[in-house]
């Protein structure tokens, strides 16, 4: 009799395995629920954006969008230095990114941005980049995460953004960058292409 207790208290593999995944699971969810707690907190950050920042105010949606445009004119800038870097949790421009452009045409279209850029975050840090248009107006998707917990080395990194909407007249445009949780990050040597009508 003792000996049947002893065994159906042993654990068996499939029990190990079931209570290994039920910590991963717990784990993962604990780490989603602060970072959510942290972004409706007193600062209130989400993503490292400030929610009432006159060029950080409008909120990251959780959509798909679609269209069709044909930016045929590019305007660039490109920025050979080294050591930009933030420890901000709040997007701060990214310096030597900022471009004027004149958006053609009699009705609004899209703008397209491509940038790139050697990032490099140390141990646990990352680092996220948006572009600006104007002061105000953000591009879609609202932002990435350019890299994170790198060794030694910067890496290059590049992402489109899109703006499907862009009345036509000058508009400014600029990168910014902020530090996920407050480390050093860097963004290094990076080129901000943009696509505009005609």
């Given at each position: ?19 290994a995944l039920t ?17 409706a907190g007193g ?156």
């Amino acid at each position: 009799m003792a000996t049947a207790i002893v065994h159906a208290l042993k654990p068996t593999r499939s029990r190990v395995l079931l209570i290994a995944l039920t910590g991963v699971v717990l784990l993962g969810y604990g780490l989603f629920t602060a970072q959510q707690a942290r972004g409706a907190g007193g600062s209130g950050t989400k993503n490292g954006i400030a929610a009432g920042s006159s060029s950080q105010a409008q909120s990251a949606p959780l959509s798909t969008t679609t269209g069709s445009c044909k930016p045929v004119l590019l305007n660039f800038v490109e920025n050979e230095t080294d050591g930009q870097s933030t420890t901000s949790e709040f997007f701060v421009d990214l310096p030597g990114t900022s471009l004027t452009f004149t958006q053609g045409g009699t009705t609004a279209s899209c703008v397209e941005v491509d940038f790139t850029a050697m990032g490099f975050a140390p141990g646990g840090g990352l680092v996220f980049v948006h572009p600006v248009l104007d002061g105000t107006t953000f591009g879609v998707p609202y932002s990435v995460q350019l890299t994170a917990e790198d060794a030694t080395l910067s890496r290059s990194h590049g992402f489109d953004f899109m703006f499907p909407s862009v009345a036509p007249g000058t508009h400014t445009m600029k990168m910014q960058f902020s530090s996920l949780n407050g480390s050093s990050v860097y963004v290094n040597r990076n080129a901000m292409l943009v696509r505009h009508h005609k």
